[in-house]
Structures are given as C-alpha cells and as structure tokens.
C-alpha cells in the first residue's frame, strides 16, 4: 500500500522486452533505497511494481502484459521521468490517501492553465471510471493523491500547488498526455457491497440502475 505522496522523481534507464513482456530499470533518483530489498514494492508512475534486482543507482522490475494493457508504462522510454514512492510502514504518515497502485484505467489531460500561483487541471476519465469520481474526493493520478475540485461528466478539475508540481512529473504534462488513474478504493468496494447476493451470480458487473432502484436509493 501506499499514500499517494510522491517521494523522489526517477527516470527510465532501460526497457527490455522479455518473452512477450517488459524488464525495466529505473533509476531511482534521490529515492533512498537502503531499505528496499527483493521483492518489495515501488510504486512507479501509480503503478505498484515488484523489485526483482537493485543494482545500486536504482531498480528492476518485470512489467506484465497486463500491465503494459491497462496502464501508460508501455508508453515510458529511456529518459522518461516517473513519479516513485517506497510501500508504506505501520510508522508512515499517511499524508495522502490509501494507495494500492493497481490502476484502473488511463485518462488523458484536457487542458490546464495558471491560477495564481498554482495550475487548474482539467483530466477526462474513461466513461466507465467517472462514477467512481466525486467532488472533494480523492484520486490518484500516475502515484499523486490529489483531490477533486469539480466533476463535469466524465472530467473533472484538479488544482496543482507548486510543491507538486516541482515533485512530481505534472511540470511534464500538456494536453493530450495520457496518465494512470486509480480512483478511490471505498468506492471500489462500496459498488461491490451494494450488489448484495446479486454479487455471486453469473455475469454479476456494475452497479445498475435497476439495482440503485430496488435498494431505495432513486425515488
């Protein structure tokens, strides 16, 4: 798990395809990873990955068809800047929100302009992703906790300070640049929770309309 706070800026040293998926190197930056050890997770660009060498100026990990499918890091190249952080300790702050760095989907940035001293971002969802993104809630985007300042359909708003934006890869963002998106995980499980036994059976999918109807929650 992890807080959505972005602690070090690293950069892709290296990607090798293996076996129909992808090895790749990272180069881990100001990240301190003196605690880091095989097998342990690094959350990359949102994206939690799973350390298989540490060569000692950063790391490797194997990225799985699945992941290249549903996430941005297909889209990484040599000197691509990616936004890390280490897995949360029972001590950590949780500054953010509760992280799981399994991305359910891909957004891309609509436009953005000055506000003060900050930057309003407007990212479009996928169709399917919006209902699970709410006014003042939070979501995730490429590994950064943020929250929503306003919904419009399938886009909504995201006000960046400066801090983020010198932290973070949101200075490398322009419109039409695609990004992970994990929404926020109660959401996740309170649609699942709502099906009630509708859950177990067959083809059991999204929360429907009908469903919504006979729980009481549309006049």
């Known amino acids: 798990m992890f807080t959505g706070i972005i602690q070090a800026v690293g950069e892709v040293a290296a990607m090798q395809p293996s076996g129909g998926d992808l090895r790749l ?3 881990s930056g100001k990240l301190d990873l003196g605690d880091v050890a ?9 994206t939690c990955l799973t350390v298989i060498e540490l060569p000692g100026d950063g790391y490797w990990a194997d990225v799985s068809v699945e992941t290249l499918n549903f996430t941005t890091l297909g ?3 040599p000197g691509s800047r990616v936004n890390l952080e ?5 001590a950590s702050r949780l500054g953010g929100h509760i992280v799981s760095g399994h991305v359910d989907g891909v957004g891309e940035v609509v436009s953005l302009q000055e506000d003060a001293r900050s930057w309003r971002f407007v990212l479009r969802a996928p169709d399917e992703l919006a209902k699970y993104i709410a006014h003042k809630g939070s979501i995730c985007i490429d590994g950064t906790s943020l929250t929503v300042n306003a919904v419009h359909g399938a886009e909504f708003e995201l006000n960046i300070i400066p801090q983020t934006m010198a932290e973070t890869v949101f200075g490398e963002y322009q419109p039409g640049s695609r990004v992970n998106l994990e929404v926020d995980v109660i959401a996740r499980y309170l649609e699942r929770l709502m099906q009630g036994d ?3 059976k067959p083809g059991a999918g999204n929360l429907s309309m009908a469903t919504l109807a006979e729980n009481g929650y549309l006049n």
């Open 25 to 27: 190197r990272i180069h």
């Open 38 to 46: 095989l097998g342990d997770s690094i959350c990359t660009n949102g």
């Open 86 to 90: 280490k897995a949360l300790t029972p």
């Open 198 to 200: 509708d859950a177990a």
């Open 75 to 77: 889209d990484l190249k």
